[in-house]
């Protein structure tokens, strides 16, 4: 204090002055392997794309040719539709499955834990060709009283169209692993909140749903949006079940135009980049949306 005292009556103009002196100033810590580093990774991400956009071996005349041909945007349709109502489903099948697992009902717990247990160990093509043959082994299907008459009937073959297998199989599938997730978002709720919400007398269907659902959304989100982009990227094994969504377009294209499969196999990478960007996008914003309160 004695010094900035002294400095200011030596020299009135430096008193008028708000930067601080030379001597006082906060440098930056520099980072010169940082900066190296940096450059290192753009010349690498440069020779990459050098590389991608001038070996001819990707033939990106052809590429530019089918990435909006109608055949692709027909299976990138398909591929939207089931992947969206597999989404829907494998959800909403996930949570009560998850709550079927925190009831204090052990029937409930055991048939949700066996549910889980097997459609997890199942792989998603063998549960898939299992549906598409499900028409050979059920020819009818009927609801009724059980082990009684049936009250309505269907014919299996005419109902298991390739679509209702594909979404069917694929709900399956996700929804144990959803259950899981959602399951996991639960227990992430501190008990002490159930605590406090049960001391101020609120219902248990309030609590649940302003208290206890909002907080575990924050931790179901990203797994789920995982989860999520690994359903659209599963979507491409819908193929082996002869629906062609746009990796089956691609294949069956690629099979009649053989020169052109490089190009077809880059036109399904570009729009498989372009869904999981979008679905990224959302789950910026979900989270974001979520975190108010929590974050600061």
């Known amino acids: 204090m004695p010094e900035i005292l002294s400095t200011s009556v030596a020299d009135p103009s430096a008193a008028a002055d708000p930067r601080p002196p030379a001597a006082q100033r906060v440098l930056p810590y520099r980072r010169p392997g940082r900066w190296v580093l940096t450059a290192i990774v753009l010349v690498v991400v440069a ?86 043959n499900v028409g050979a082994l059920y020819r009818t299907l009927s609801l009724g009283v059980p082990f009684g008459p049936a009250l309505v009937s269907f014919d299996g073959q005419r109902l298991a169209t390739d679509i209702v297998i594909a979404i069917v199989g694929i709900s399956l599938n996700e929804s144990a692993f959803a259950a899981e997730v959602v399951r996991g978002g639960f227990l992430s709720v501190d008990q002490g909140q159930h605590e406090a919400a049960s001391a101020l007398g609120l219902p248990r269907h309030y609590q649940f749903r302003r208290i206890v659902f909002p907080q575990a959304l924050r931790a179901i989100v990203p797994p789920y949006v995982n989860l999520l982009i690994g359903l659209v990227k599963g979507t491409s094994l819908v193929y082996y079940v002869s629906l062609l969504d746009l990796f089956g377009s691609v294949e069956s294209l690629g099979s009649t135009y053989p020169g052109d499969i490089v190009p077809l196999l880059m036109v399904a990478t570009v729009w498989y980049l372009i869904l999981i960007s979008l679905i990224s996008i959302v789950q910026y914003y979900v989270e974001r949306f979520y975190a108010r309160g929590a974050t600061r």
């Open 47 to 132: 020779q990459v794309l050098h590389g991608l956009a001038t070996n001819e071996f990707f033939q990106w005349d052809r590429f530019g040719y089918w990435f909006f041909r109608p055949v692709i945007l027909d299976g990138l349709v398909i591929t939207l539709e089931v992947s969206a109502w597999s989404a829907v489903i494998a959800l909403a099948f996930g949570i009560v499955l998850a709550l079927m697992r925190l009831s204090g009902n052990p029937v409930l717990k055991a048939v949700s834990w066996a549910y889980i247990w097997l459609f997890r160990s199942i792989p998603l093509i063998v549960l898939l060709l299992l549906l598409y």
